[in-house]
């Protein structure tokens, strides 16, 4: 019976299999209730959905949210209401507005510095490389680590639980809002965690998970920049985002994987017009008969030593000195007449100095 | 594409650029009865908490109240937290026990043995036998 069950229900779930298109299109989130004069005036876009920005008497009673305030040394002129909303992900939490549009404002500042700084601190990153190297400073998990490191909690008491414990209310302002009311009752189990449906579909998209409260912390530290720069403007923003982001320690040395590094240095010596050839020869030796024979081995270009790698082998210490000669080459970071940092485009009085990268070889 | 990318996240430099304080919370749990919160009673009661409190504004200072011997919880980034018993001590050894786990990191102890810690490599690099000229070299 079970089986015939089972057969029935295939081709039901074939034929209701919608296809998927390929491309983004944007689409209004009719949650927020967008009304609009015409489809093409965005400027009549607006949203009918009831929010309210939290009055600063109230956030201002909130520890946790005064305390994060003054442990990331933000201004004063920054809002504790606004600093409670960028912890606010909920849409539907109690009318409060949420960090949606922080957000965005502080992705869209978050990766132009973040950039700026890679482009003219390595100006000869590889494509891929930088990509990483971005996703190495403001991704989704190292933004997590930020927000951890900050000291944001999240709310996970139910309003009975809150209700039960005599919990002030005034205590969720200053925590990360992102676990809906109905969820917070459900059964957890220690050890277990269940996925949101979104968490399937991310999974089944792009064969990657990040969990909610991951995603959850990124936005809040994104959205926590934003606000820095609605009320401070953007020069405190840039160095907020010096301070907490570009200060960390980026190991681009450690990002790099060569599939055929030779012949990738000999392409990049042909595109730099060098002219002499590349040749690989040995510096120097312990003996190949000894009991643990080192060799050391330059890459030339010419007289000109591009690069060396000390291997156990003679194909090792090849590989090495041809990767080191590309990571020399890759990883060279300008420095400024007076040996201080090259200026950043968005400094004042910028002159351009450096260089810029001749683009990636192909191999 | 000649070269891919390995993910790796950046490494925290706590100090380097911004400072963020380790400790986030403080959760003072005291007794108003049992003899052994005399001293964290009258922490509270003579205004010296909140004199710590104010100086300490990073920090958030959760104080209840419940039977038993009286306890200080510290609350680190790293998601640990640090239980301290305060049972039967007076108003100034709280202070001192306040000032002291306040200031971790929340990392566990260690004896440091080395002259340096750094996650950075040595910027002289490390010294090789096989390139110093072939006439200062060991000969067997």
Not at chain 1, 303 to 319: F, N
Request: with cysteine; aromatic share 8%; proline share 4%.
């Amino acid at each position: 019976m079970l089986r015939s069950i089972a057969r029935l229900q295939r081709p039901v779930l074939k034929a209701c299999r919608v296809s998927v298109r390929g491309y983004q299109v944007a689409r209004l989130d009719s949650s927020l209730k967008t009304k609009y004069d015409s489809l093409t005036d965005y400027a009549s876009y607006r949203n009918n959905i009831f929010t309210h920005r939290l009055p600063e008497s109230t956030a201002s009673q909130s520890p946790p949210l005064v305390a994060l305030h003054s442990r990331l040394n933000l201004p004063s002129s920054y809002t504790l209401s606004t600093l409670s909303q960028a912890l606010n992900l909920n849409k539907f939490d109690d009318g409060l507005a949420n960090n949606f549009g922080l957000n965005t404002l502080g992705k869209n500042l978050l990766s132009y510095y973040v950039a700026e700084h890679l482009l003219v601190k390595y100006p000869r990153l590889p494509m891929p490389i930088h990509n990483g190297a971005v996703d190495s400073l403001m991704g989704v998990e190292t933004l997590y680590e930020i927000g951890k490191s900050w000291g944001i909690d999240v709310d996970q008491s139910s309003k009975l639980e809150k209700y039960l414990s005599q919990e002030s209310e005034f205590l969720k302002y200053g925590k990360l809002r992102f676990v809906s009311e109905e969820s917070k009752n459900d059964v957890k189990e220690p050890g277990v965690y269940e996925l949101s449906e979104d968490e399937v579909s991310s999974l089944k998209r792009n064969n990657s998970f990040v969990a909610k409260e991951i995603e959850a912390y990124a936005s809040a530290v994104r959205s926590i920049i934003g606000g820095l720069y609605t009320h401070a403007g953007e020069e405190a923003t840039k160095a907020f985002i010096e301070d907490h982001i570009l200060s960390r320690k980026l190991p681009l040395e450690q990002m790099f994987q060569f599939s055929q590094p030779t012949r990738e240095l000999i392409r990049l010596c042909d595109k730099l017009n060098f002219t002499e050839p590349v040749e690989i020869r040995l510096i120097a030796e312990t003996g190949r008969l000894s009991a643990h024979p080192i060799y050391v081995a330059g890459a030339f270009c010419g007289v000109e030593k591009l690069g060396e790698g000390v291997g156990s082998s003679l194909s090792e210490a090849k590989t090495r000195s041809v990767v080191n000669a590309l990571m020399s080459y890759y990883l060279y970071s300008p420095i400024s007449a007076d040996g201080t940092d090259v200026k950043l485009p968005s400094d004042k009085n910028y002159k351009f100095e450096g260089i810029i990268g001749i683009g990636d070889v192909a191999i | 594409m000649p070269v891919k990318a390995i993910a790796k996240s950046s490494i925290a430099r706590n100090g380097v650029g911004a400072y963020v304080v380790p400790c986030h919370k403080i959760s003072v749990q005291y007794c108003n009865w049992g003899g052994s919160s005399t001293g964290l009673r009258e922490l509270l009661k003579n205004g010296q908490l909140d004199n710590i409190a104010s100086k300490k504004k990073g920090i958030f200072f959760d104080i209840f109240k419940r039977t038993g011997h009286p306890k200080l919880t510290f609350h680190y980034n790293n998601d640990k937290a640090q239980e301290v018993e305060v049972a039967n001590l007076n108003a100034k050894e709280i202070e001192q026990k306040i000032q002291e786990y306040s200031q971790r990191s929340g990392a566990p102890l260690f004896k440091h043995n080395h002259k340096v810690l750094s996650i950075n490599d040595s910027i002289r690099g490390i010294w090789s036998p096989m390139h110093t000229p072939k006439s200062h070299r060991h000969q067997i």
